[in-house]
């Protein structure tokens, strides 16, 4: 629900959650055992937490007794959880008894990316991944519909192009002398001026 690598959820500390501002901010990923910076420059981010994603770590701050510290994914000495682990020990078999397969954690970033993508742009989903605009493209599920921002743009765009009364108008208010004459293209009917 965040957008978030494997190893970045597990590089979480409570310190990058700003529970004012909801928001985590990314600096770091962990590896096995081993704890270093995110993938990549662009990684580091700020990630939105929605009402729906901060009960999850609210309620284990709570659990835990309100840490001001520490990492958020911790086992019981403290270090980062190890997701394959887990998902292993419980999600997985809880997922076969109802005949599901789990899908790996890596599976939920580009759905993830694909939701916003939905809702957005394509700029906007780089950023809340954490990747170039190509890589983001390449991830997310392509829509089978116009995207809003593309319908916002062509709205934007071509207001009054296709009333000919509109056009004659501006051309007469800029002392231009307009004709129209209407071709057909590829079976689409396409106006022509001169």
């Not at 190890?82 to 890596?106: C, F, Q, V």
């Not at 993830?112 to 809340?128: K, M, P």
């Not at 207001?159 to 129209?180: F, N, W």
């Amino acid at each position: 629900m965040s957008g978030a690598r494997p190893g970045e959820a597990r590089g979480l500390r409570w310190e990058d959650w700003n529970r004012v501002n909801e928001q985590i901010k990314m600096t770091r990923s962990v590896w096995h055992t081993i704890e270093g910076t995110t993938k990549t420059l662009q990684s580091e981010r700020f990630v939105a937490v929605s009402a729906e994603l901060r009960e999850i770590p609210l309620a284990l701050w709570k659990f835990r007794g309100q840490p001001e510290s520490g990492f958020i994914l911790a086992g019981r000495r403290g270090k980062p959880t190890n997701l394959d682990s887990m998902a292993k020990r419980t999600i997985r078999r809880r997922l076969e008894k109802l005949g599901l397969t789990w899908p790996e954690w890596y599976s939920l970033r580009p759905f993830h990316g694909t939701a916003v993508r939905a809702e957005s742009n394509l700029e906007t989903t780089s950023r809340a991944l954490g990747n170039s605009k190509a890589v983001a493209d390449c991830h997310c599920v392509k829509s089978e519909k116009v995207l809003p921002d593309v319908r916002k743009a062509v709205n934007d765009a071509v207001p009054g192009l296709t009333d000919v009364q509109h056009l004659e108008r501006m051309a007469g208010t800029t002392r231009l002398k307009l004709s129209t004459s209407a071709v057909t293209v590829s079976g689409i009917q396409v106006l022509s001026m001169t």
